[in-house]
């Protein structure tokens, strides 16, 4: 078993920055892949950005705009966030599993409870 605990979230206005942080506790060995996902109202969830295997993946929407990262010794995974953008308002999930699509994970992953972000134009 996982627990992720998401933080970091909150109103920010648009071109500005916030970082995510999500720090892992229990059966991380288990962990191949981690991630980060969103989940505006009324849309799917989608993938933001996730770390596998020592390669990093980015929605194109998000690349040269977000960066992961994570620091092993804290088990902790981070989301840099610039130039933020009124359409990156939504819930910020990070997750845990074999492999790092969102289908993957939401079937065999570990989620934490999210964390709001919010950019005002």
């Known amino acids: 078993q996982v627990q992720l605990v998401e933080s970091g979230g909150g109103l920010v206005q648009a071109g500005g920055s916030l970082r995510l942080s999500c720090t892992a506790s229990g059966s991380i060995f288990s962990i191949n892949a981690m991630g980060w996902y969103r989940q505006a109202p009324g849309k799917e969830r989608e993938l933001v950005a996730a770390?596998?295997?020592?390669?990093?993946y980015y929605a194109y929407s998000m690349k040269g705009r977000f960066t992961i990262s994570r620091d092993n010794a804290k088990n902790t995974l981070y989301l840099q966030m610039n130039s933020l953008k009124p359409e990156d308002t939504a819930m910020y999930y990070c997750?845990?599993?074999?492999?790092?699509?969102?289908?993957?994970?939401?079937?065999?992953?570990?989620w934490g409870q999210g964390t709001q972000v919010t950019v005002s134009s």
């Open positions: 770390i596998s295997a020592g390669s990093e």
């Open positions: 997750a845990g599993g074999p492999y790092y699509t969102i289908a993957n994970m939401e079937a065999n992953g570990s």
